[in-house]
């Protein structure tokens, strides 16, 4: 298993499932769109956006950043269609942030499952050359869907974190946020390049991290 295959199948696992949440929460509130559309799948080719799922995850690696962020192409959904509106949408947003955190937790029990074994001599020395690269695999899949969790409750539109402030917000406000949307990823990007993203993130990551691997 190569060092890349580490870092990037549990990096398309978290952008995948995190989209497949959203196409499922629309489809319970009302939307069927991202059904009809094919979107909720687990074939990745449907999924994946050139930049967000490729080029940005690869640069970032080959750059040796201290986390890897992507994403997979955003699901369609129709707020006129969904019950509850404007708050509706914050809950099709908040799906895909949850999706992340389960998938750390699932991720740090396969972790900790692991390492119990090894120390506990349940697995053969002659397994090893399997369980280290699964264990390492389990620990930066939780590290990978806690900071997918993380960045995409930022509250700038489009991320998930904007979403669900214009859906809990008083309309005005609500609307002011919105607009923010046209300059979200711009706003992303130089948060990234300019990485002042450590200074928010990094806090609240090194704290959960501790609390499922520690």
């Keep these: 298993m190569t060092q890349a295959g580490i870092y990037f199948l549990p990096l398309l696992i978290g952008v995948i499932l995190h989209e497949i949440a959203h196409g499922w929460a629309a489809e319970r509130l009302g939307d069927p769109t991202a059904r009809l559309a094919g979107r909720i799948s687990l074939n990745p080719l449907v999924h994946i956006d050139p930049f967000g799922t490729i080029f ?16 997979a192409k955003p699901v369609p959904v129709r707020q006129d269609l969904l019950v509850g ?12 942030p949850l999706t ?19 120390h506990g001599s349940i697995i053969g020395k002659g397994s090893m050359w399997l369980i280290e690269p ?28 904007g979403r669900i402030l214009v859906g809990i917000l008083p309309e005005e406000m609500a609307m002011a946020v919105a607009k923010l949307e046209r ?28 609390f499922f691997l520690g």
């Design 183 to 210: 300059y979200g990823m711009f706003i992303i990007l130089l948060l990234i390049v300019t990485n002042l993203w450590s200074y928010f993130i990094t806090p609240v990551l090194d704290a959960l991290l501790s």
């Design 85 to 96: 509106g404007r708050k509706g949408m914050a809950k099709v947003a908040l799906a895909g």
């Design 134 to 161: 699964l264990i390492l695999m389990a620990g930066t899949s939780v590290a990978i869907n806690l900071v997918l969790m993380i960045v995409n409750l930022v509250p700038v539109p489009p991320l998930d974190g």
């Design 100 to 118: 992340n955190l389960m998938l750390a937790a699932a991720s740090s029990l396969i972790y900790h499952g692991l390492v119990w074994a090894v």
């Design 56 to 71: 940005l995850p690869l640069f970032l690696f080959l750059m040796n950043a201290p986390f890897l962020f992507g994403w």
